[in-house]
């Protein structure tokens, strides 16, 4: 039913900034959350940063606070993860994934909905 569609990924020197991009398409009303989480070669999917649809309220990770800002446009239904001050650490393939609680929205088991994501890689 809802599909996301995940771009703006690339390779990128470290300190350099990427803007990504979620589109997506259907019926989203019942997605409390949406978010950015990433996975790196043998680690697991972390969140990385998410928002409250409704309420605007926004939830990082430690590590990217202060560097990532995570934004939604609902006239275009979609959602953007800017990204700046990037280090090799922050590798990863991102994926966008939309439903959760509401309550706390970084949390991987919450979501329904994955788009298929966007390759990361940032070179020191």
């Known amino acids: 039913q809802v599909q996301l569609q995940e771009s703006g990924g690339g390779s990128v020197q470290a300190g350099g900034s990427l803007r990504l991009s979620c589109a997506a398409s259907?019926?989203?009303?019942?997605?409390?959350?949406m978010g950015w989480f990433r996975q790196a070669p043998g680690k697991e999917r972390e969140g990385v940063a998410a928002?409250?649809?409704?309420?605007?309220?926004?939830y990082y990770t430690d590590s990217v606070k202060g560097r990532f800002t995570i934004s939604q446009d609902k006239s275009k239904n979609t959602l953007y993860l800017q990204m700046n001050s990037l280090t090799a650490e922050d590798t990863g393939m991102y994926y966008c994934?939309?439903?959760?609680?509401?309550?706390?929205?970084?949390?991987?088991?919450?979501?329904?909905?994955w788009g298929q994501g966007t390759q990361v890689t940032v070179s020191s």
């Open positions: 928002i409250f649809t409704f309420g605007n309220i926004t």
């Open positions: 994934a939309a439903g959760g609680r509401g309550g706390f929205c970084l949390i991987r088991d919450d979501y329904s909905m």
């Open positions: 259907g019926d989203t009303y019942n997605m409390l959350c």
